[in-house]
């Protein structure tokens, strides 16, 4: 997060820094030189074989950076999770950090990267916004070819039986674009194909990037790809991946990609920066295998999960760590004081003035996501991420609260000073670590019914009283039973400002009821997606979108990026 | 091309090849580490400062590979041009070829590879044809891009008052997509923007992807990129890129692309491959900063271009020479035995057997080839690229026309043998290089009218007697007379299997005219598209698509890949 003293823009600071080049990271990380495949000269792709050659070593330790329910701003969730990584090594400690992927449909319409800011930033920060090594535009790539193949098999006959009405299989770009929404293909005659309604998310929505960020290996990205439901017969069945007999070539389109992707932050500290699914329609956390592979390549690795703790965390727990058995050993838990105060009432105008009656009525948001990091049975430090408008009281204030609680709390200001501003933090992450119980576990059982792992979720983590189903989800409910698609975990899909589904009830909701109006279910992925109140998945551009700022010089800088 | 008698496939030949790490090149081809940004071991892309350290060094010498009329499953032209270099290097001579890179969709649906093939074939030949290093990737973002901003002008108001019934700004995918072909998008209500009819184009047939070849350096593709028109306003007035303000956007999203891409052939020859736009709707070379750069890093440099020599070569010859000032010293004519055939009229079904008589007839294809060539007073090798099917007595009848003519004839066989099958080919190409007499010319000033330059073409190139226009195409001129875009080269769209606009008149046809149905100004690429029949610019997939063969092992390799 950028604080309001300095000058310097994200992308000034970026370009100002000296990286070392990739390859010197090799000895420090075991990697061997076949395993380190350079792209430039400060971007890498491991290969998986390191991940067999290091089968037998002991796996480095995982901590989850979460947060309070955002403001529109965000938090500073990746920035802290960058400057706790360099603080640890100034430490002494052997850390990694593991960051998702940026997407670059929000680059070009939204002022504001997605790989830290300040002097805790991931670089090269131009590229890793751009393209970055392609790996989305290859999900891209098989989402769309997959779609293809699906209007193909239609036009060439139809011998699945497919009926065009119920097809849930989208195309995507990673674009921002409310025009391809809702659109209408196939017209032309019968040498164009068939008519149908259809419609485009962005990429990071699609069910592949969900996939390739859960898969373990080639062989089960493969098996969870051919899982795929993309739509059902006229008889109601679904059809699947594999009945297309698409699952070779989308694996065979996506094998370069799965490798992770190396990089370092400003500071020298190596991170992997690998996958982006949605924090809502999908589970929000960076790749399986990068963080498999970075614990594999370091003693401490720092993670972290989109949006607040009842989604990110929420679902880091209770679905990525299932599926991976990754349990983290701590959590931090990133607040700010805007965010706080915004929690007590204050408009978002008046965010810059101090007011601790304000920051004192939010801090009720910050106390329920404190119980829900407890009911997973983890021990957690709350990081305060300073902004330069926050006054000297109102950081006491927050810290007085934490230490009547007994809850551990460290100021951080990592967007300044980089590792130096997170030392307080390190050393309190490392102490939480020790008081580890290793008593975690999921809060629900995937035998459990449908409606009572969303209880469970809605009542411990949101604290809502209730939850009703429409008409439509109850139906859902049924013929996923019937399929025996009903024992998997789910996957909240929820407004992210507030605990509850209104996103107008900030604070801490009580006495409320969460409304699923429908299902989605990701069977590749190995989730049923839970849709409280409208999930956008295709965003729009603003009037001005940042892209006409942007440039690039005669030799190649960029130019007006963040 | 594939020959009968062998029983290896090409993946299996690329697969068992040893390549070179691709860093060992920069001392040969004298590139400093910081201008090599290696993508995995066997695959770079090479800085744009080269170019400006290179700034004063003498340019390599240039040789266009063209063809006769192709068969449709290709006369073997990129085979012959990777077997010539290989051949040149086995002389001593430093040679480097330049090539297109394949478009994804043509791959994932009709078994063939686009990085030549057997023993002449540029390698890794499964990643050029999947991803390679992302450029086509860049290139579909930066035109979607475009059309989202566009879109999203319209829908915040439509300060430039574009007509939505007037856009001719097309999305693109990489992937044959019929159901894309007509869509209508927008649709659902006044949030998800305005609705108005679209359509998808595959990627390579993108304006961008003509553009970014014809560029000489960024500023000059920023420039291009500026002058691209999207749509025309109520009053018909175009609408361009530079009015919407994203031409700094477009030229960042491609700033990497730019950089050309160095790999190798089987035989460790250097290739650069770099950029791939069609060769009907678009001019069909390699990117004119790759054949450039290949200059200042090679003596020789050959590159070839798309289909026969009536559009690949003449579309080389008046605007990529023209824009580039690149003047090739010779041109390979690629022929084959059952190209001729068919020609002389044999059915696809008999091309496998002898027919002398065919044979001779379909020479008349081969003789129109040769005067075109001969119209741009350029020197020439007959190239025989030799299949097992083709008799002694089949080819010993081609060499008798040729030797009777006076025309050099190499016989070839590259798919086979690599280099070594190129010799006589390579040392017949040496001996044309020294006659040239350096007094090429374009066939026509840009200054000349529309349809005289259109006249000038038909006649020399197709051998047409007339060129007619439709009422639209008339009113198309008047209104480009009136927006100053009549000087600009013709870019023709025509069959690429006939002479003449009618796919079915093979050999040489005589006493036909050329029917011009519309145009499509192409401003920022610098030339008008002159459509002659329906052009498809978004292939459809076969009913069986290659890609239900296509999948990889656990250890990432590909197979069923051609």
């Known amino acids: 997060m950028k604080t309001n003293k300095q000058i310097k823009s994200d992308i000034e600071i970026a370009q100002a820094a000296t990286l070392k080049p990739i390859q010197q990271f090799k000895e420090q990380l075991n990697i061997l030189d076949e395993e380190l495949e350079l792209h430039g000269h400060y971007k890498a792709k491991i290969s998986l074989d390191l991940m067999k050659r290091l089968e037998g070593q002991p796996d480095g330790k995982v901590v989850l950076v979460t947060a309070i329910n955002p403001t529109p701003a965000g938090e500073g969730k990746s920035t802290v999770t960058v400057g706790l990584g360099q603080a640890l090594n100034k430490l002494g400690k052997n850390a990694m950090i593991a960051l998702r992927e940026p997407s670059l449909g929000p680059t070009m319409g939204i002022k504001g990267g997605a790989a830290g800011g300040g002097y805790s930033q991931v670089l090269p920060m131009e590229e890793i916004n751009l393209h970055f090594t392609g790996d989305i535009h290859a999900i891209t790539t098989a989402n769309n070819a997959l779609a293809a193949f699906l209007d193909n098999h239609i036009h060439q006959g139809n011998d699945l039986q497919i009926d065009t009405r119920r097809i849930v299989w989208k195309r995507v770009l990673d674009l921002n674009d409310r025009a391809l929404r809702q659109v209408v293909v196939g017209l032309g005659g019968p040498m164009q194909g068939v008519p149908r309604e259809d419609g485009f998310d962005i990429t990071v929505a699609s069910e592949i990037m969900a996939v390739f960020c859960l898969a373990t290996d080639l062989k089960d990205l493969k098996q969870r790809l051919a899982k795929i439901v993309v739509a059902y017969t006229f008889d109601q069945e679904p059809v699947t991946v594999a009945d297309l007999g698409v699952e070779g070539a989308l694996t065979l389109l996506l094998k370069d990609a799965i490798k992770p992707n190396l990089v370092q932050t400003i500071e020298h500290t190596p991170a992997l920066i690998h996958g982006g ?286």
């Open 277 to 562: 699914p949605f924090a809502n329609i999908a589970h929000g956390c960076n790749s399986v295998i990068a963080t498999k592979m970075a614990q594999k390549l370091s003693d401490i690795v720092i993670t972290e999960a989109g949006f607040g703790a009842d989604l990110g965390a929420e679902k880091f727990l209770n679905i990525k760590s299932r599926f991976a058995d990754i349990q983290p050993e701590a959590v931090v838990i990133v607040a700010t004081i805007r965010a706080l105060k915004m929690h007590g009432g204050v408009s978002k105008q008046e965010l810059h003035m101090e007011n601790i009656e304000a920051l004192q009525a939010g801090l009720s948001n910050l106390q329920k996501h404190i119980e829900t990091i407890q009911a997973f049975n983890l021990p957690f430090v709350v990081a305060i991420n300073r902004f330069t408008s926050d006054t000297d009281q109102e950081v006491d204030a927050l810290k007085a609260f934490c230490e009547k609680e007994g809850y551990a709390v460290a100021l951080t200001e990592v967007w300044e000073k980089g590792g130096e501003g997170g030392l307080d933090l390190a050393e309190q992450v490392l102490q939480a670590m020790e008081q580890n119980t290793h008593s975690f576990k999921p809060l629900y059982d995937v035998s459990d019914t449908i409606p009572n792992k969303i209880l469970k979720i809605a009542q411990t983590v949101y604290g809502a009283k209730a939850v009703e189903f429409s008409d439509k989800a109850k139906k859902q409910m049924a013929q996923y039973e019937a399929l025996g698609w009903d024992n998997l975990p789910i996957c909240m899909a929820k407004s992210p400002v507030s605990l509850s589904d209104d996103p107008t009830k900030l604070g801490r909701p009580t006495d409320f009821t969460i409304t699923i109006r429908e299902f989605k279910p990701s069977i590749g992925a190995g989730f049923l997606v839970a849709l409280s109140g409208n999930i956008m998945t295709m965003p729009g551009l603003p009037k001005a979108p940042s892209a006409l700022k942007m440039d690039v010089d005669e030799d190649g800088r960029a130019l007006g990026l963040f």
